[in-house]
C-alpha cells in the first residue's frame, strides 16, 4: 500500500456478477447493509481502489464482481471506517456522492438558498443542534426551478451522501414494496450519517387523502414515511428533504410533519438572463444573439425551460442547419414553437 494514498470514507459499489453464466450458480443479494459492511472489509481492507475497478469477493461467492462507481476521495483505501454502498438491482434507491456543485450555481432563488443553509450547517455538526435539528424540509415551487440542484450542492458543500429515491418508484406491485423501501431508504441514510434523504415527486404518494382515486391506495406507503418522519428510530444527522410541484395537493398529516417549507419560484428577467449567460459561454458555436431580448420574451420559463427547449433545441437546429453561430431569429424561432407547442390540447382529446 502507497504511503501517499489514503484511507477511503464512502465506497460505492455496482454489482456485475460472474466472469462465466452458469445456471446453478446463486446471485448474491444484499439483504443488510450492516452485515455486508463487516463482511466486505474483513476480506477488502487495505485495498487500494478507484472509480471503475473492479474488485472480486472471493469467500462466500467467489469470483463475483463488482465495479467501483465512485468513491471520496477519488482513490484511496479501504480500512475499518469506510462506508460501503452498494447499488440495488432496480436502483430505486440512488446513492450519490455529488462533486462540483455549489448553493452559487444555482441562479437566483436567493430566498430559498438562504434558508437551505440551516441544512448545510446541521450536515456539516449535527451534535450542535440537538433536538432542534432541521430533520424534516419541504422544497416546493414548479418544475425546473432548481430544487433537486439545490439539495445536491448542500449534500456536495457539505460533503455528505445524497440519498435519494422518486415516490412514483415507490408504487408497488404487491402489498408493501412501498413500506419496506422507504425503511430501506432510512436504513441506508442512519448508515451513512450524516446525509441527505430526497424524496422526489412527493406529491405521487402524499396527495390529501379526498384524491384517493388519482392516488390510488398508497396508505402504507405514507404510514412508513410518516414512521421515518416522526423519527421513530434515532435519525441523527439525516435531513429529508421531499420536493413537490404541487404543495396545495399534499396532505395536511404529512406537510405538518415538515418543519420548514422552502418555495423555488420561476426566475426573474435578471435570472433568465443570467442562465442565458452562463449556458451561452458553454455552447460548442459562437453565440450571436441579443440574450437580453430572449430573456425579456421568455418571462414565465423555468431554468430548466431555457436550458433544455430553447437553448438545447436551438444549438441542435443551427448544427444540423451547417451554422457557425446562433443568432437571435434562432432563439426566438424555438421560443416561438415552445409557445405554439404549450397551447396544444392534450392528445386524449384527439382520440
Known sequence: MAEKEVE?????LRPLGYPLKASFVEYPKVDNPKVFNVYAKEQWR????????????????????????????????????????VESEMKIIETEIV???KLEDVVGQEEAKRKARVILEYLKNPKKFGKWAPR??????????????????????ANAPFVSVKSTKLIGEHVGDGARKIHELYER???????????????????????????GDVAEIVNAILTELDGIQNNEGVCTIAATNRVEFI?????????????????????????????????????????????????GLSGRDLVEKIIKSTLHRVIV???????????????????????????????
Open 99 to 101: 462533486k462540483n456543485l
Open 251 to 299: 396532505d395536511s398529516s404529512i406537510r405538518s410533519r415538515f418543519e420548514e417549507e422552502i418555495e423555488f419560484k420561476l426566475p426573474s428577467y435578471e435570472d433568465r438572463l443570467e442562465i442565458l449567460r452562463r449556458n451561452a459561454k458553454e455552447l460548442p458555436i459562437k453565440v450571436s444573439a441579443k440574450l437580453e431580448t430572449i430573456a425579456e420574451l421568455s418571462e
Open 8 to 12: 477511503l470514507k464512502y465506497l460505492i
Open 321 to 351: 442547419e451547417g451554422r457557425y453561430a446562433i443568432e437571435t431569429e434562432d432563439f426566438l424561432n424555438s421560443l416561438e414553437k415552445l409557445k405554439i407547442s404549450s397551447k396544444q390540447p392534450p392528445r386524449h382529446m384527439f382520440v
Open 46 to 85: 487495505g485495498e487500494l481502489v478507484y472509480k471503475g475497478k473492479l474488485i472480486f469477493d472471493m469467500k462466500m461467492f467467489p469470483d463475483f464482481a463488482f465495479e467501483v462507481v465512485d468513491a471520496v476521495p477519488p482513490s484511496g483505501y479501504i480500512s475499518d471506517s469506510t462506508k460501503i454502498i
Open 189 to 215: 441514510a442512519r448508515e451513512l450519517a450524516p446525509c441527505i434523504v430526497f424524496i422526489d415527486e412527493f406529491d405521487a404518494v402524499a396527495l390529501d387523502r379526498s384524491y384517493q382515486d388519482l392516488r
Open 136 to 157: 424534516n424540509v419541504l422544497f416546493y415551487g414548479p418544475p425546473g426551478t432548481g430544487k433537486t440542484m439545490t439539495a445536491k450542492a448542500l449534500a456536495n458543500e
